[in-house]
């Protein structure tokens, strides 16, 4: 994969910043959303208002914990299939994690540039749209992204923990995690998922076919690819395979992000009373909606 070492000189830097940081002082909130002090800053926010966007960018959307260093490690080798050059990730690929200059730097990066974002449709740069990028938006089952957003933040040395996992459960049931509310994302994002440039895909849909997934990925930003190379891709991007290389690829943090990346595994932690009170939410905010239906709740999310 990809020489990473400005991808995991990032993480450590801000490893180091989560290790002074107590949870209460943990968030910052711009423009309604709680964000981490350790990855973002206003001033950040303030320069991503005019960042250039190319009409080939290639944009990664998800919220925490759906998937999206499992979609950039498979776009990072599609990129590669096609242009036998390794994708090198001069920047932390997460759109809004940095400093303020990052955008200046990322103009001399060569076409195609990956940005990973976990930002709601409308706090995106304006210049993406205008130049018609093409989004791609993952998305997985909040029971699921609920339990592996716990286990990151109480599994990963340095940073900050919570008490228990009823505590993490209320906090994310409100939207005081980083990044926001699950909902209000998935209701942001759900007005747009048919729009021309924005192609949905599911974390359990490519945990059940990956081949197929990859193919949809590629036929979406364009890459021809034989049956071949889409085979040898599936084979490098298994959760296994990426799990085996995520000290290589992620650095300290590598194994807590591949950590399990099963589906169902909210049956370890939830309560029936939390079930109860996650349907209800999903039915309030998605119920009747294109993706509350794609998001197929009651295979993933029922007892």
Not at 53 to 61: G, K, M, N, P
Request: proline share 4%; aromatic share 14%; charged share 25%.
């Amino acid at each position: 994969m990809a020489d990473k070492s400005k991808f995991i000189e990032y993480i450590d830097e801000t490893l180091g910043k989560s290790k002074e940081t107590a949870l209460s002082h943990l968030f910052f909130t711009y423009q309604g959303i709680p964000y981490p002090v350790t990855m973002c800053t206003s001033e950040t926010f303030q320069a991503l208002d005019n960042f250039e966007a190319r009409s080939d960018d290639i944009v990664l959307a998800s919220y925490p914990k759906c998937g999206s260093n499992w979609i950039l490690h498979i776009v990072s080798e599609l990129i590669f299939a096609v242009s036998k050059k390794k994708y090198d990730y001069p920047e932390f690929p997460v759109l809004e994690c940095g400093d303020s200059e990052k955008y200046q730097r990322m103009k001399q990066f060569p076409s195609p540039r990956i940005l990973a974002t976990h930002l709601h449709y409308d706090k995106l740069p304006g210049s993406i749209f205008k130049n018609k990028a093409k989004i791609l938006v993952i998305f997985r089952n909040p029971k699921d992204v609920a339990v592996s957003f716990f286990h990151f933040h109480n599994d990963v040395p340095n940073i900050p923990s919570y008490g228990s996992w009823d505590e993490f459960f209320r906090q994310f049931m409100k939207g005081q995690v980083s990044w926001g509310s699950y909902f209000d994302f998935a209701i942001n994002w759900n007005m747009h998922l048919d729009d021309e440039n924005v192609k949905l895909i599911l974390y359990e849909d490519l945990k059940e076919n990956l081949a197929a997934g990859i193919k949809q990925i590629a036929d979406f930003f364009g890459f021809s690819l034989t049956g071949e190379q889409i085979q040898t891709i599936s084979a490098q991007s298994t959760f296994q395979a990426m799990q085996a290389k995520s000290q290589e690829t992620h650095g300290a943090v590598g194994p807590f992000l591949f950590r399990k990346g099963e589906i169902g595994d909210w049956k370890n932690l939830f309560s029936e009373t939390q079930s109860r009170e996650m349907e209800e939410k999903f039915k309030e905010y998605l119920a009747g909606t294109s993706l509350g239906a794609r998001l197929k709740y009651e295979s993933h999310c029922q007892p």
